[in-house]
């Protein structure tokens, strides 16, 4: 079967920098992505990985290594507003996004 | 105001009533999705659409169906409601000309089936 897995909840301190990662085992692989879910709110898009390596966007980068089948987010410089779920969904071979459960993220002061 | 709207935002209904929900987009997009959101699960999908003339199933799609009316519509129908459909519902859309893959999400429907 089709399977990702994320951490539940995590909790880091404002201003420090925190790794949500996810590890994956899908039917074939087309992309990765993260999304930020404030509570009771959308999921909003974060980023995307198809090939393996580091992308950098502002505060946050996202990581994929397709061997391993494993992925991380990485939050730099924490703010209060990132309190949230992060969630992580994979592309499979038939360009369907299999989800995780998504890791809630608590910022404490 | 938001690109994708769904209505009702929340709504309370009774075992086996029928229930629709809508959605509707102006980002222009050919593709839109149902998605249901439960705790502790991951989003899962419901049915989605290409276009016009094509709709699917997703993993989840017994006691649902749906309708896309135009490009810029799709609804999704309870068609007899029972509890554990009750759960936070999604509208998506997504781009098939750039075809990134990324999802633009209504703001959510939340119903409970009592």
């Known amino acids: 079967g089709q399977n990702i897995d994320q951490p539940t909840e995590m909790t880091a301190t404002e201003g420090a920098i925190v790794q949500i990662n996810c590890t994956y085992q899908t039917s074939g692989f087309n992309g990765l992505f993260w999304y930020q879910q404030h509570a009771g709110e959308a999921p909003t898009f974060l980023s995307y990985n198809v090939l393996d390596g580091l992308e950098e966007k502002g505060r946050f980068s996202s990581f994929l290594s397709r061997s391993k089948g494993y992925s991380y987010l990485l939050l730099k410089e924490l703010q209060m507003k990132d309190s949230a779920s992060y969630l992580c969904a994979v592309q499979d071979s038939n360009y369907q996004l299999i989800w995780g459960a998504g890791t809630k993220l608590i910022i404490k002061p | 105001d938001a690109d994708v709207t769904q209505t009702p935002r929340n709504r309370i209904t009774k075992t086996g009533k029928r229930i629709m929900l809508e959605c509707s987009q102006t980002k222009g997009h050919d593709r839109m999705y149902w998605y249901r959101q439960d705790p502790g699960l991951g989003l899962r999908l419901i049915y989605y659409s290409f276009d016009v003339k094509d709709i699917n199933k997703g993993e989840i799609s017994d006691g649902y169906s749906v309708s896309r009316q135009a490009q810029a519509k799709f609804s999704l129908s309870l068609e007899s409601a029972i509890p554990n459909q009750t759960a936070l519902y999604f509208c998506?859309?997504?781009?098939?000309?750039?075809?990134?893959?990324?999802?633009?999400f209504g703001e959510g429907s939340r119903l409970t089936v009592l």
């Open positions: 998506a859309t997504s781009d098939l000309v750039r075809d990134t893959g990324e999802l633009f």
